[in-house]
C-alpha cells in the first residue's frame, strides 16, 4: 500500500525510542492514527495491540491483520463447495449488472470518462464486493472473514489502479501496469496470543474509552485531508453507493474532514488528546512542516505529562520524492516521548486451588432468551457455590438472565450494556403472562410468521428496526436463525431468517411462561449500564456480585465491537479486576465466571489476579457458551473471594 505519511521507514526509529524510554513491563500498545497499519502490525510481536482509524478501508486492514490471529478457515464456505475463495473470486465468471457501482462510475463503460480502472478490473471489483457482502449477509463468512478477505482486495486495488500515486485523480492514459489483471494474494498474519482490537472512530473520542500502556500518536500534519487522495478504497471499503461528484467521482466527506488538518482547530484537538490519554508513555510522530510548531507540541505535552521525562528526536527526510529542490537539513520527522503519572503494577498472591466436584442435577428455570455465553448448564455447578444468604445479588452481566432467575436473595439487580435485552426482561417483568402471549400470538397474526414464510419475517423485522418495541423484539428472535440476539453497527436488528428451524413453540411458551412467573415472584431491578458505571458503594458485606464477562481469549459476535455495543478487550478485563480487588478490600462477596485458557491460549492476566482467590474448576458440559468450544479444550472456573458456602 503506497500511503502518504507511511511510517515503513521510521519503525526502526520508533523501536529506539520505545527502547530507550521505556523500561517497565508494557503490555498494551495502541495506535490511534493507524492508517494502513504498519506500526501497530510491527509491534503485534511484543504487545497486544489496539489501533484505530477514522476512514473504514484503513480499519479494515486494520481489523484483518491485527484481531486476526491466523488466517481464517471459512469452515461455512467450505460446506457450500469454496474451498479457496480467493480463487473463486478471481475467476468466477459473472455478468456486469446496474449494481456494479465502480464500473459504471470508475471505468470507460458506457460512456464514462472516469479511467480509474478498466472495465475488466471494474467489474471484478464489483463482482467481489457484492459476493462478499452476499457471503456475510447469508453467514457464511463471519466479521473476521470478511474483514480479511476485504483487506485482501483493497491491498490488491492499487497494483492495477490508474493513478500517480492517490487516488486525488486518475491518469488520461493507460499506465502499463493498470492494464495488468487483478490478483488477490493472501496476508502475512502474527499470532501474539492477544486479543487485540481495532477501533473506526475519531481519536479524540476513542481516547476518552480506552487506556493501556503505550500510546503512539501520529496525526495528519497538514491541511491535506486524507480521505479526498483515498476516496475510492473508502467507496470499495463501504460499498455504499454515495452520490459522487466532480470530475475525479469524489465522495462526500465534509463530516470526515479531520481537525487535525485545521490550523484553527489542531491545537485544541492534540491539547485534548494528550489531556485525556489514560497511558503511560507517549510517543508523537510530527513533522517539521507541520501545522503544530515544535514549541506548541512540547508544551502541550509538557503541561499534561512529567516534564523531565520530555524528549524529542529528529530524523532528517526527503519529501515524498517531490519535485520541487528542498534542503534535506529543512526538513525533518519528529518522534516526541513524555511519561504521564500513570502506574502500571499488579500485586499477586498464593494460588488457592479448588476442585469442584460434581453436583446433582436440579430443576433450573432457563431463559426464553437464546444469549450466547448463557450459563444455564452450568448452573448445577455454579449456583450451590454462591453463599446460602444473600441480601442484594449483582448480575453484573446479565445477559438472557440465566443466573440471576435461579439465586435467592432478597434484592436482585441485573445490569447488563445490550439495551435491547435488558428492555426485553424489564417489559416481562411489569408486564402480565396473558399479555405477553397475547402479544405475541397478534404480531405472529398479523405478519403471517411461520418457519417458511421468509417475507413475513423481513417485513416484521423492518416493522422492528422502526418501532424498537421490546415484546416484538423477543417475538422477532423466535423466528430468527438460532434464536440469537444481533444487531449491525447501526443497531438495527439483523440476524436472517430461521427457515424451518425457528418458532413460536408450544415448548417455546411454555419456558417463556415459567420464567415470567419466576420473574414476577422475585424483587428484581434492570438496569442498562457498563459495568464500571454500577453504583458499588450500595453494597456491604451482605450482598453477592456475579460477573459472566466476555471472555479475553475467546471471540464470540456478541462482544466484538462489531454488534453497535461495546467491545471486550484487556483494558475491560483489567477494569473488571480492579472492581473486584475493590470489592474484596470492602468485604463484599464476588464469583466470577471465565475460562484461564482455550484451545491454546491462556490469560495470563487472569492467571495471575487469580492467585489472591479461590478458583474452582468447573466441568462444561454446554454447547452455547460464550467461547463456543467443544469438551475438553477449555478450563472454565468460577473464581471467589470466599469459602464459606453459608455467609
Known sequence: MRFIGSKVNLLDNIQEVIEENVKDDAHVFMDLFSGTGIVGENFKKDYQVLSNDSLYFSYILLKAKIENNSIPNFSE???????????????????????????HNYSPYMGCERMYFTVENASRIDFIRLTLNRWKNESLINELEFAYLLAILIEAVPFISNISGTYGAYLKHWDKRALGKLKLRTLDIVNNHYANKTYNEDANSLIEKVYGDILYIDPPYNGRQYISNYHLLETIALYDY?????????????????????????????????????????????????????????SILKSHGLPETYRIYKMPYRKYKSKHKQEASELHEYIFYIQKDIALTNSVKSNKKIEV????????????????????????????????????????????????????????????????????????????????????????????????????????????????????????????????????????????????????????????????????????????????HFNFSQLDQNDLVYCDPPYLITTGSYNDGNRGFKDWNRLQEIKLLD??????????????????????????????????????????????????????????VLITNYTNYTK
Open 357 to 532: 466436584g460434581k453436583h446433582k442435577t436440579n430443576s433450573y428455570i432457563k431463559s426464553p432468551l437464546n444469549y450466547v455465553g448463557g450459563k444455564h448448564k452450568l448452573l448445577n455447578q455454579i449456583v450451590p457455590l454462591f453463599p446460602d444468604k444473600i441480601d442484594t445479588f449483582v448480575d453484573l452481566f446479565s445477559g438472557g438472565f440465566n443466573v440471576g432467575i435461579n439465586v435467592n436473595a432478597n434484592k436482585i439487580i441485573a445490569t447488563d450494556i445490550n439495551t435491547y435485552v435488558v428492555e426485553v426482561l424489564d417489559t416481562m417483568k411489569k408486564t402480565s403472562v396473558e399479555e405477553v402471549i397475547a402479544h405475541i400470538e397478534r404480531r405472529i397474526e398479523e405478519y403471517g410468521l411461520s418457519k417458511s414464510n421468509e417475507e413475513g419475517f423481513k417485513a416484521f423485522r423492518n416493522y422492528y428496526n422502526k418501532t424498537k418495541k421490546p415484546l416484538d423484539l423477543y417475538t422477532l428472535i423466535c423466528y430468527s436463525f438460532n434464536y440469537q440476539f444481533r444487531f449491525n453497527n447501526n443497531q438495527e436488528y439483523n440476524n436472517p431468517f430461521g427457515r424451518e428451524r425457528s418458532q413460536f413453540s408450544p415448548a417455546l411458551k411454555k419456558k417463556l411462561v415459567l420464567f415470567i412467573e419466576a420473574l414476577h415472584e422475585k424483587n428484581v431491578q434492570f438496569v442498562c449500564s457498563e459495568f464500571e
Open 77 to 103: 464456505l467450505k460446506k457450500i463447495g469454496i474451498k479457496e475463495p480467493l480463487h473463486y473470486l478471481e475467476n468466477e465468471e459473472f455478468e456486469i449488472s446496474h449494481e456494479f457501482f465502480l464500473t
Open 242 to 298: 454515495p452520490e459522487i461528484y466532480g470530475k475525479t467521482g469524489l465522495r462526500p466527506y465534509v463530516e470526515s474532514k479531520s481537525l487535525y488538518c485545521q490550523k484553527k482547530e489542531v491545537g485544541n484537538a492534540f491539547n485534548h488528546l494528550i489531556e485525556k490519554a489514560n497511558f503511560r508513555h507517549i510517543l508523537v510522530s510530527y513533522s517539521s512542516e507541520g501545522l503544530l510548531l515544535e514549541e506548541e507540541i512540547e
Open 579 to 636: 472492581i473486584l480487588d475493590h470489592l474484596n478490600s470492602k468485604g463484599v462477596y464476588f464469583a466470577l465466571s471465565n475460562v484461564l485458557s482455550h484451545k491454546g491460549l491462556e490469560n495470563e492476566l487472569l492467571l495471575e489476579w487469580s492467585k489472591k482467590y479461590n478458583i474452582h474448576h468447573l466441568q462444561h458440559s454446554y454447547s452455547n457458551s460464550s467461547h463456543n468450544t467443544t469438551r475438553g479444550e477449555s478450563q472454565e
